[in-house]
């Protein structure tokens, strides 16, 4: 079984060394430090992109820098991406305003092959930002829960305020489509938190019960949290074949020609960046 298909720079690419100059249509607060833009490409047409693939933002004077797409495909008309303030270039866009346009390329990378995780019963596990590209497959599910199986959601912050997408949380933990759990690494002095409990997002995997034979994890966050989740996972049974990773590296140019995100003889804007883990769990600082 393999979930993700490598894909070469230019499949789906509407440009990949040209940037497209796109419309920010609408931008809201996220959090402090992160904001979501919703983005429209010239003339209606679509960006083309599969869950968990990247673009490159660029604005003229600022550079350009590699941005997770946060939305569906199933969402027509636009793409959406969530953006924390981290550098030059994401300062700069942050104070963009709606009618504003920046440059796009892509979409870049690997995706999560949702037709090979068809009747699959899914555990997305996201980490801080990582929610940001697993909201794209969690949308893609939310929109055709019917190609598959028991849909489950845990996500991990490190405080209340810091969690991403609130609203959507709020709509997940609702919805009858998925079973969801929520943890913060800590709460603040005279804060409160009623939607999940106080630890690493680690806590949340003991309790699940799974059909091991017809469940695949998939993990997106920051790399200290990959260790010790797929540890837990093992735990439960699951193999590395059905364990798929979403790896962060910096895709300075997002078509493998400039050599930052190289993990031995891979690439992560090529190879990358879902990869099955048994796939890179022997290389050296993949995980």
């Given at each position: 079984?393999?979930?993700?298909?490598?894909?070469?720079?230019?499949?789906?690419?509407?440009?990949?060394?040209?940037?497209?100059?796109?419309?920010?249509?609408?931008?809201?607060?996220?959090?402090?430090?992160?904001?979501?833009?919703?983005?429209?490409?010239?003339?209606?047409?679509?960006?083309?992109?599969?869950?968990?693939?990247?673009?490159?933002?660029?604005?003229?004077?600022?550079?350009?820098?590699?941005?997770?797409?946060?939305?569906?495909?199933?969402?027509?008309?636009?793409?959406?991406?969530?953006?924390?303030?981290?550098?030059?270039?994401?300062?700069?866009?942050?104070?963009?305003?709606?009618?504003?346009?920046?440059?796009?390329?892509?979409?870049?990378?690997?995706?999560?092959?949702?037709?090979?995780?068809?009747?699959?019963?899914?555990?997305?596990?996201?980490?801080?930002?990582?929610?940001?590209?697993?909201?794209?497959?969690?949308?893609?599910?939310?929109?055709?829960?019917?190609?598959?199986?028991?849909?489950?959601?845990?996500?991990?912050?490190?405080?209340?305020?810091?969690?991403?997408?609130?609203?959507?949380?709020?709509?997940?933990?609702?919805?009858?489509?998925?079973?969801?759990?929520?943890?913060?690494?800590?709460?603040?002095?005279?804060?409160?938190?009623?939607?999940?409990?106080?630890?690493?997002?680690?806590?949340?995997?003991?309790?699940?019960?799974?059909?091991?034979?017809?469940?695949?994890?998939?993990?997106?966050?920051?790399?200290?949290?990959?260790r010790f989740v797929i540890a837990e996972l093992k735990k439960k049974g699951l193999a590395e074949d059905q364990i798929v990773v979403s790896l962060e590296r910096y895709m300075k140019c997002g078509v493998g020609k400039c050599g930052h995100c190289a993990i031995e003889h891979l690439y992560c804007c090529l190879d990358g960046p879902v990869f099955w883990l048994n796939q890179v769990s022997s290389l050296k600082g993949a995980i």
């Amino acid at each position: 079984m393999n979930v993700m298909t490598k894909t070469k720079a230019e499949e789906g690419a509407s440009h990949i060394y040209e940037p497209i100059p796109c419309e920010i249509v609408s931008k809201r607060d996220l959090t402090p430090l992160e904001k979501l833009f919703r983005i429209e490409m010239p003339d209606g047409r679509e960006l083309g992109q599969r869950p968990g693939q990247f673009v490159q933002v660029s604005i003229l004077g600022y550079g350009e820098a590699p941005i997770s797409i946060s939305s569906s495909p199933t969402k027509r008309g636009y793409f959406e991406l969530g953006v924390r303030n981290a550098g030059t270039l994401t300062g700069e866009l942050h104070k963009l305003n709606v009618g504003d346009k920046i440059g796009i390329r892509g979409p870049f990378g690997t995706y999560f092959d949702v037709e090979k995780l068809a009747g699959k019963d899914l555990v997305l596990i996201a980490g801080g930002c990582g929610l940001a590209p697993m909201r794209s497959l969690i949308q893609y599910c939310q929109d055709r829960p019917s190609e598959f199986g028991k849909l489950t959601i845990l996500y991990g912050a490190k405080t209340p305020e810091d969690r991403l997408y609130k609203e959507d949380l709020i709509e997940w933990n609702e919805s009858s489509v998925f079973a969801c759990s929520y943890a913060v690494d800590g709460v603040p002095a005279g804060g409160c938190f009623n939607e999940g409990q106080v630890g690493l997002i680690t806590v949340l995997i003991p309790p699940l019960e799974l059909d091991v034979k017809n469940t695949v994890a998939v993990i997106v966050g920051p790399p200290i949290m990959y260790r010790f989740v797929i540890a837990e996972l093992k735990k439960k049974g699951l193999a590395e074949d059905q364990i798929v990773v979403s790896l962060e590296r910096y895709m300075k140019c997002g078509v493998g020609k400039c050599g930052h995100c190289a993990i031995e003889h891979l690439y992560c804007c090529l190879d990358g960046p879902v990869f099955w883990l048994n796939q890179v769990s022997s290389l050296k600082g993949a995980i």
